[in-house]
């Protein structure tokens, strides 16, 4: 993956900069809307499930491979150790999307 292009940069950096200005008012908004402190801890815990979910994921597919896998040999192990290590790696690198 190579570089941006301009436009790509700018709405890259337009879209960090919404996300910035959303985080920074959030309490402002949760005023305006006259939602209670514990209402909105509810709602912030309810959207960061989905992101939970699949930071849980991951461990557990590489955990099925090593299961399904772990009968055949050495050097199936270690492909699978190989594989399991760069899926964590990619997923590590592009869980921001």
Sequence with gaps: MGRLRLGQERVARACA????????????????????????????????????????????????DTAIVGHLGRPQIAALGLAGTVLAGAFTIFNFL
Excluded: D, M, Q
Aim: aromatic letters at 8%; one cysteine or more; hydrophobic letters at 60%.
């Design 17 to 64: 900069l919404a996300g910035a200005v959303a985080i920074a008012f959030s309490s402002i908004l949760v005023r305006l809307s006259h939602a209670s402190p514990s209402t909105a801890a509810i709602f912030r815990c309810a959207y960061a499930l989905p992101a939970l979910g699949a930071l849980a994921a991951e461990p557990l597919y590489v955990l099925a």
